[in-house]
């Protein structure tokens, strides 16, 4: 079995992103992807066999990518006051450039979770799981006052809903991120008393 290059499948996937979101899936080739990435047609194929193979590889990428970042803010020395706010922020920022990713953003994200059915769902339990993790370092630190940690994660969770809409329709409005950091430092505000 030949290996395959990861730098090539790569190339391939940053190649198939910029034409996706400028094009669409239907207008989009993989002639097309194979040209921009500087590649023949056939080594295309070695890597990925159609489009919607090519959608799940980039949607895994990508959360790989959040993953290391997440993990990146969880280890780090913050406090869980800092921990929070830049993981929030690190996700409304990834959530924009996904509806704000060209003309395509709704067409490829139906897409995704057409080919990714439980995509949303594996992302609310991660959200879920690393917000209840920061808070209770917070308690275990003295930091945070927190009675219930289940419902205190599911109000601050609801509360931060609005400025995350899912990119699956024509856009109608864009969050702020100022506003979303005032609802956050409202929470920990809250928490420290």
């Not at 400028?22 to 295309?44: F, P, S």
């Not at 929030?88 to 920022?93: A, D, E, K, L, Y």
């Amino acid at each position: 079995m030949q290996k395959l290059d990861p730098q090539k499948r790569e190339a391939i996937l940053n190649a198939a992103k910029q034409r996706l979101r400028k094009y669409g899936i239907q207008k989009t080739k993989m002639q097309e992807i194979a040209k921009d990435a500087g590649i023949a047609v056939g080594t295309l194929y070695l890597y990925f066999k159609n489009k919607n193979d090519i959608l799940i590889a980039s949607i895994e990428a990508q959360a790989q990518q959040h993953i290391a970042y997440t993990q990146k803010i969880l280890n780090s020395s913050k406090s869980p006051q800092e921990k929070l706010k830049a993981y929030i922020i690190c996700r409304f920022r990834e959530s924009q450039e996904t509806r704000n990713g060209g003309s395509y953003a709704a067409e490829l994200a139906r897409a995704v979770i057409k080919l990714k059915p439980d995509l949303l769902k594996q992302q609310e339990i991660s959200t879920r799981q690393n917000v209840s993790k920061i808070l209770v370092e917070g308690i275990v630190n003295n930091i945070f006052k927190i009675d219930n940690l289940e419902r205190d994660t599911e109000v601050f969770l609801h509360s931060i809903g609005y400025f995350f809409p899912v990119a699956t329709t024509e856009k109608y409005f864009e969050p702020e991120e100022e506003k979303l950091i005032m609802v956050i430092d409202w929470f920990i505000e809250k928490w420290l008393d």
